[in-house]
């Protein structure tokens, strides 16, 4: 049960602000918005506020917001002047208007991850809580509890300064780690190894490593209104970069396709156990997911607002728009491709439960 309110939530924030987007552009361009609707199918809630019609809809699987003249080939009777028709707009209006959902998205995980900072960051305290026996810690004389003050003359403030020290010297160079341990302070002197390991794409990659684990200690800190918007920006850009890099991945093959792609089920299952996590880690999943909303709204798929774009795109630089039955055909292709995904994903999601992977 926590699973599914966890998930309607998440669904709920992610196609309010982007539909949002798509809403508040069009009204900026002064377009006629017919209705505005979170899910699909018959409404379970309605109400017009001016011209626009809003909607709860039974299906929670997306949303939707219908402009007046978006779709010529249906009649659509209005009081709306016919002069505030989407098709009717400039095409770097429409364009604008189309690219607002992904941007939208952009712009809740980037607000999300300014809170967070402003809020609180957990940051993991370089306090050793295991060592591995037989690792050059171990044979270095490191014992656990030990606090790592720096590496090679660098101040370590937290557990995540750590690995990229490390990497950097890797196993042809002696590393400096000054130790506190108890009322004590020195110097222990280790060479790192190289091992074999799998990293975030499942790809297994050499790795220096010199076999300690964290203790789990935390601490919070807190940054200021300048710090929060650097780390907001920072922070989306790393999950963008990331998701960059998995799809392209997922597209040459280097990525097992079954492995990394999941669906509402998935989604549903990570957002209960965030939620029973706390706060911080279940808004920063949002603004994951919202991260990857965004792009995958943004491929070149007809039906996606990536779609729109690329006619817009090709409208702009023919100075003529596809119309007809090239445009209809190109839909058609593009809801069997997403129908398939969708179908495919739901699919792996049913599998890993299947293989309680």
Known sequence: MTALMAFLIVLGILIFFHELGHFLVAKANKVGVLKFSLGFGPAILKRRIGETEYRLSAIPLGGYVKMLGENESEEEITHIDPK????????????????????????????????????????????????????????????????????????????????????????????????????????????????????????EVDKAVIGISPS?????????????????LTQTYKVIEITCIALWKILNGTINIKESIGGPIM?????????????????????????????????????????????????????????????EIAQQIGLFVLILLMVFAFYNDIIRIISNR
């Open 267 to 327: 989604i549903a299952q990570v957002s209960g156990q965030t939620f029973k996590a706390g706060l911080l880690p279940f808004f920063s999943m949002i603004a994951f997911i919202s991260i990857n909303l965004a792009l995958i709204n943004l491929l070149p798929i007809p039906i996606l607002d990536g779609g729109h774009l690329l006619l817009f795109l090709i409208e702009g630089i023919t100075g003529k728009p596809i119309e007809g039955k090239p445009r």
């Open 216 to 232: 789990g200690d935390i601490k919070m800190e807190r940054l200021g209104p300048i710090g929060g918007i650097q780390y907001g």
């Open 84 to 203: 505030r028709s989407f098709a009717k707009k400039r095409l770097i209006s429409k364009a604008s208007i189309v690219a607002a959902g992904p941007i939208a998205n952009f712009v809740l995980a980037f607000a999300i991850y300014c809170i967070i900072a402003w809020i609180g960051l957990p940051a993991i305290l370089p306090i050793i809580g295991e060592i591995q026996k037989g690792s050059p810690a171990y044979n270095a004389g490191l014992l656990k509890g030990d606090k790592i003050m720096s590496i090679d003359g660098t101040q370590i403030d937290s557990w995540q300064s750590i690995s990229p020290i490390i990497q950097g010297a890797g196993e042809d160079k002696t590393i400096d780690i000054t130790i506190e341990r108890g009322s004590r302070t020195f110097i222990i002197h280790v060479r790192p190894k190289i091992t074999k390991m799998k990293n975030i794409f499942g790809e």
